[in-house]
């Protein structure tokens, strides 16, 4: 990634966190929290969508019902954060064990063009095999999920097609009831991550503590 792309991913990611975390400020001014990473809880929406899996299958949030959701926003030609943020989740997925059963990670691609659930099913695969899901749709479809979770990002130029696309690297993280529960970014530790998952799959499947 050149210097001009990295201080435009950094300005991305920056405004993204930002914003957010002016809406959760007033949330944690009047109260505190023994989990690692960002409550979203209460101010995003429970999951909500209706794509096409890597595996060509029509499906919806109601799909995973049942299992504690990592929804990561990306596209299968990243150089940069995608092929890091997928070895992170696929050794995050390891560390739980067997606790990881109840654990699926959704690659949502932002190039649905390009990403056909043929490509997203080797993409996916080559990371983990057992929990990684990719997910594709209709432009507009992808657009409304991306609006609907505030992830920033930038559209490939229309004048070069060959730009990458930019975005952040936040992982989104939902409870077996599809609701919305916590944020992580790269700046979280492993560590943190796991712990809050184990937390998650721990309280009565996933519902809120």
Known sequence: ??????????????????????????????SRSSWHLEQVTGHLPELNFSLTSDTGQAVTAETYDGH????????????????????????????????AQQVRVLFVTLDPERDTPQVLHRYVTQFDP???????????DIEALTKQYRAAYRPRSKISESRDI????????????????????????????EQDLRRLLASADGIRQ
């Open 166 to 193: 930019m975005h952040s690297d936040a992982i989104y993280i939902f409870d077996s009831r599809g609701q919305a529960r916590l944020l992580a970014t790269s700046a979280d530790s492993d560590e943190n991550l």
């Open 130 to 140: 057992v929990h990684a899901v990719g997910l594709t749709g209709s432009k507009e």
């Open 1 to 30: 990634m050149d210097k001009r792309a990295a201080r435009s991913l950094s300005l991305i990611t920056g405004r993204f966190i930002s914003g957010l975390m002016m809406v959760l400020a007033v949330s944690a001014c009047t």
């Open 68 to 99: 504690v959701l990592l929804m990561y926003f990306g596209f299968t030609h990243c150089e940069a954060e995608c092929p890091v943020s997928m070895a992170r989740l696929a050794r995050i997925t390891q560390l739980l064990g067997s606790d």
